[in-house]
């Protein structure tokens, strides 16, 4: 019986540094989710306008949707951003210690 690691389920090894990658890719993300949301709620906020504050077709409940919407990707916009700091530190703390 040979003691080799099949390659298909020897373990993957990741650094602090693809953890960075990782999560500042979702905090773009996030901040291109942020910026359409304001998109679109200001799009609501002038079809509103223009029908006199109407609630024709549920601008109202879809204005609703959107904030719900909003709240989270601040939230998740928040959290990926704590998370790239928290490796970001990791990883230079790590390279540091490579070089001591």
Request: hydrophobic share 35%.
């Amino acid at each position: 019986m040979s003691n080799q690691i099949n390659s298909k389920n020897a373990p993957k090894n990741y650094d602090a540094g693809d953890m960075v990658d990782a999560y500042s890719l979702a905090e773009c993300d996030m901040q291109w989710m942020s910026v359409a949301i304001t998109d679109i709620k200001k799009r609501i906020k002038e079809i509103k306008n223009k029908l006199d504050n109407a609630n024709v077709i549920g601008l109202y409940d879809l204005e609703h949707v959107v904030d719900m919407y909003q709240y989270i990707a601040e939230n998740r916009l928040h959290h990926y951003s704590d998370e790239t700091e928290a490796y970001q530190a990791e990883w230079d703390a790590d390279k540091k210690a490579v070089t001591l």
